[in-house]
Every structure is written in C-alpha cells, then in structure tokens.
C-alpha cells in the first residue's frame, strides 16, 4: 500500500473517536508549551543575571594586580594597581572598548544612630560611562561629582533599612592597609535604585579620589573595569592588556560561579524536559492503543487483505506523527506566545537576596528570553519520545493474527 494511503488512514482513524483525539492534542500542545515556557525563564533568568553582573560589578573585562583577590578586598599595596589611570587611558584608546576607569573596592561598616550594615564601598569615577546604571537608577538627591568630599551615595533599600534620607549623616568604617579602621561622617548625596536588590542593599559610592584618600591607598585602584561594544570581543582585548604583574580577567573568567552553577542545574532542568515529555508520550501511546483495540476486526481484515505488519505498525506511527505534529504546532504558538509576553511583562520575584548567592544577581523582575534554536531542539525531541512511546500500540497492532482478529469483531 502506498504510503500516501496510509497517510489518510491514519488520519481518518484518529478522527473516529474526535475527542480523545482533541485531548490527546491538546496535551502534546501544553506539554511543548510548558516546556518552552520554561526553558524562556531558565535562558532570561540566566542571560539577565549574567548581563546585570555584567553592567553593574564584572564589567567585561578587569585589569588587576596578579595578586588581587576579590572576596578579600584587599587594600594592601601589592595587591593593588600602581598607575590605574594609565591603564585605563591604554585601554579606553581601543576602538572595541566602549568605556573604561579604576575602581577601589572595600569592605566597611555603615553606622547610624540605631543600626548599623555591612557594605561594599565603591571609589568609581563619577564622569565615566562604566558607572552610567547607577547614574540612570538615580531616584533621590543628586549624583556624585568627582571633586565631591564628605559625600557618598547609597542604594534606596539600604537607606529604607536604615532609615536614611537624602541630606541625613552617617558614619563609614573601613580598613585601612596597615590593619587599622579609618573611620568618617559622611553625607548621603543621594539614594540610586538598580532593581537588583542584592546589589542596593551593600553598594556605597562616594567619588574615586575621595576613597583613595579615605583608604589610605594613594593614587592605587583595585582594578580597572572595562565595557567592551561586543562582548564577543573579549579574549582578543585580554591578550593585548596583558603585562608584568597584571591579571586580566574576561566576563566568562568574572562570572565563572554563576556559569559553573548554571552548567550544573541544566542537568535538573534536562531530567525536567525528559519527565514531561513521558507524560505526553504516554498520553499519545494511550490513545492510539485504544484505537488498535476498538479496531481490531477491522485491521484483521486489512491483513487478510493483503497488508504487510510492518505496514499496519507505520500506518499507527502515522497517527502518532500526525498527534505529534499537530499538537507542537499548536504548542510551539501558545509557549512563543506566552515567552513573549513575559519577555516584555516579566515576573515580579521581588527580593530573593536573602536566599541566592551574591555572585546571582537576580533583578527584583524576572524577564523571559526566547532561544529559538533551544525551542526548536526541545520540538523535536518532543517528537521523537513521542514516537518511541508510539512503538508499543504499533508492535501491538503489528501482531494481530487476521483470523482471530476477525473473530474479535
């Protein structure tokens, strides 16, 4: 028999019983849709971490002394740069830099009258393009100028925590390279929110050449961030910063817990995928079952007729194909549809900072993100469980001996 035929028997098989068949698609198209829903979130929840990383605190690439660790916040000289400033010159002439400045860092301690929090304070230059985000989270009092003394600028949620406002004194304590605390009244400037409330809970901004004072360090920096036109573009500026004593680390080097956890959780996300996709399996394969046995007198009959089994077990696969193919259509329209919206929307998560790490830093809005090559390989595995659970009721209608299946009738 022609394989066209078989294609229109099957067809016509599976429109017998219209509702099972309705249902059967329907769950094959929520099934394909659950899943690119979720694989929306997982990629924008990724990508949006990565980049708020990115924007806010990595750069795409830094520049540190070889000794510099990270978590230590050291402000010892030989972990600090000597001429940070020349380095950033030398890097913001580069045609695929896009912005470039030093940066010192801190640990310190934010003092009010009834509180007290740690923080991470910034020394920044206030005029470069590097720190443009917390000039746009701008949302009280007035942004840092690089002359500015005695003044600091703090993120909304650690104000509110506080109960501080624009124009109100606090205390900063920090360390100091020779071991000692330096401490300093300070007035808060202004208050910036970035929407990553792990991030505006710790940061303090007071200008370069004030921290640098404050800390004892001299004209050193911890390291120079760089912003980059193309990210992609990264590897090659390393190779050309490289120099005597200095480390240059690229986005992926900076990000390298966030990207090792997500390595780790696709695992989980797989084993997710595969469940779901039994399920829709198993639905199909129940129903084309269900129809081997209201139909076995009539494929008796066809084997009488002269059909071959394997002919009779392709013209059940048909059906599941057909099932397949029609319910991820209808799938893939509902779960784009559904990415989409949340790509522009998004899910509010308000502030998870207490319960993820702080190299995540998840904004307080969860935006989807549509991988169309993601969406096409979750498609088309789809399909295939799919069609090996479809082998069962296909081996089954396979087997049927015509005469006692013509007695079955």
Known sequence: MALGRLWVIAFRDLGRNRRRSALSLIAVALGVALLIVLSGIIA??????LQNNIRLQ???LQVRAASYEEEKYSLLRRDLLEAPAALAARAASMSEVAAAAPVLWASGFLNTAR?????????????????????????AGEYLTPGARGEIMIGRLLAEDLGLQVGRRVTLSVPNPDGGLNEGVFTVRGLFATD???YDELAVFMPLAQAQAFTGVGERASAVVILLHRQEDADRIAARLVGPGLAVLTWRDLNALLLEAVESA?????????????VVAVVVANTLLMSVFERTREMGILAALGMKARQIMLMVLLGAVILGLAGIALGLLLGSGAVAYLARQGIYIGNLSDVTSNFIAYGSVLYARFVPGEVLALAGWTLVVILVGSLYPAWVAARLQPVRALRAG
């Open 115 to 139: 509180d007290v929090a740690g923080v991470r304070l910034y020394g920044i230059d206030p005029a470069s393009a590097v720190h443009e985000p917390i000039r746009a989270g701008l949302v």
């Open 266 to 278: 696709m695992a989980f996300y797989a084993l997710m995928d595969l469940i779901v996709m039994l």
């Open 196 to 198: 990553v409330p792990g």
């Open 44 to 49: 924008g929840s990724v990508e949006g971490s």
């Open 58 to 60: 990595t750069g795409h």
